[in-house]
Nanobody, 124 residues
Framework: QVQLVESGGGLVQAGGSLRLSCAAS?????????MGWFRQAPGKEREFVAA??????YYANSVKGRFTISRDNAKNTVYLQMNILEPEDTAVYFC??????????????????WGRGTQVTVSP
């Protein structure tokens, strides 16, 4: 079982930055998992933001160049550095994990474990 806890959300003005953290626990080593970030804005479906595998990172077009996903396996933590934030980035941000496989999968699906989310609000 994998427990994921997000932190680092808050209120920021447009153009500002935030860094989200996702701490994994439960006899889990994130080095064995692909990790992802998703978000859900009010009235909208949850959408993919970024993912990190053992050798690659992936981003939604809407955040490419502004957001950076990284991992610290020693701390069992994944980060999402968000720069040049826009009001459209306002959402609840969720961390997700899936066990690594030997075959290739799309980076935005098949996640088995989810955190409860952290709110990010960007004011104009």
């Amino acid at each position: 079982q994998v427990q994921l806890v997000e932190s680092g959300g808050g209120l920021v003005q447009a153009g500002g930055s935030l860094r989200l953290s996702c701490a994994a626990s439960g006899r889990t080593f994130i080095s064995n998992y692909d990790m992802g970030w998703f978000r859900q804005a009010p009235g909208k479906e949850r959408e993919f933001v970024a993912a990190i595998t053992w050798d690659s990172t992936y981003y939604a077009n809407s955040v490419k160049g502004r957001f950076t996903i990284s991992r610290d396996n020693a701390k069992n933590t994944v980060y999402l550095q968000m720069n040049i934030l826009e009001p459209e980035d306002t959402a609840v941000y969720f961390c997700a994990a899936r066990p690594r496989t030997s075959y290739i999968r799309a980076p935005n699906s098949d996640y088995d474990y989810w955190g409860r989310g952290t709110q990010v609000t960007v004011s104009p």
